[in-house]
């Protein structure tokens, strides 16, 4: 009886051994009932080591890229885009009117005009179109042409004077002339500084007469256009003298809205400096 125990017990010993390496195995993915003579994995049998290649290979201990993979080329530094103003942008706009890509007279702000004509340019080229001006684009565009002159950067903007009225002989005058679409500075009679200007549309009339400065804005933005109106000098209700982007980049292709647009930004910022509130102004034919 107690022999009959002892077998008993070696049986059931062995079946739970036999038992328990089955689900090991197919817990492992051997796929079917283990057999009798099925074993557990070994180590050779377990799943290949990674190659080299592999993702895990490649990475390392917390999961980062090895030193060996190779990171993405990164973008080139941009250079010039919207809203810039400088001497490099007036250069970009002379070169690129060189070539066909900037049909206007440079002006040194960089806005949606001269964004679309970079454009045309890196599509030419087949170069990323952003827009904007980056390393890439700048020394392919200085290899396809020259340095401007200094007409080039800076074309005339001064039309011929003609006779000044006879109100404009004296004192402190802002001269302005419809007839030869000048501005003349002028001090007890004796000119000072002229400029171009432009005026208003048939439906938005310069105002003429004889007026007074009164007030000044250096930095101001029409209340009714949403425009820049830099270096305004108000002489007509909302009307005033000051210098205008489009003027520079359009020239007479343009009007004002009955202000008197001045397109030499540097002509404009030393006469503001000079001009004061209660100086007269005329506007004459």
């Not at 205008?244 to 404009?268: E, L, P, Q, W």
Request: hydrophobic fraction near 35%; glycine fraction near 8%; charged fraction near 20%.
């Amino acid at each position: 009886m107690q022999r009959s125990s002892v077998i008993r017990r070696a049986l059931l010993a062995a079946a739970a051994v036999a038992l328990a390496t089955g689900c090991t195995a197919q817990a492992a993915g051997t796929g079917g009932t283990a057999s009798p003579s099925s074993s557990a994995p070994s180590a050779s049998s377990s799943a290949p080591a990674p190659s080299p290649s592999s993702p895990t290979a490649s990475a390392t201990a917390d999961d980062k890229p090895s030193s060996s993979s190779t990171p993405d080329k990164p973008a080139g530094k941009v250079l010039m885009d919207d809203g810039d103003e400088s001497a490099q942008v007036r250069e970009l706009q002379a070169r690129l009117r060189q070539i066909g890509y900037f049909d206007r007279a440079p002006t040194g702000f960089y806005g949606t005009m001269t964004a679309g004509a970079v454009k045309g340019f890196q599509k030419k080229r087949e170069l990323p179109l952003t827009g904007s001006v980056d390393e890439t684009t700048w020394q392919r565009l200085l290899a396809m042409t020259r340095e401007p002159t200094a007409d080039e950067l800076k074309p005339s903007t001064t039309n011929k004077l003609d006779k000044p009225d006879a109100r404009c002989m004296t004192g402190r005058v802002l001269c302005i002339s419809k007839e030869s679409r000048t501005l003349a500075w002028m001090i007890d009679g004796k000119v000072v500084s002229s400029m171009d200007v432009r005026f208003g549309s048939e439906n938005t009339p310069t105002r003429e007469g004889t007026f007074s400065v009164g007030w000044k804005a250096k930095d101001w933005k029409s209340t009714i256009y949403h425009t820049p109106m830099p270096y305004a000098m108000f002489f007509s209700g909302g009307q005033a003298v000051h210098y205008s982007s489009d003027f520079a980049a359009r020239g007479y292709n343009g009007a004002s809205h009955g202000c008197v647009n001045v397109r030499d930004r540097g002509k404009i910022a030393a006469l503001f400096d000079q001009v004061k509130v209660g100086d007269k102004v005329v506007v004459h034919w």
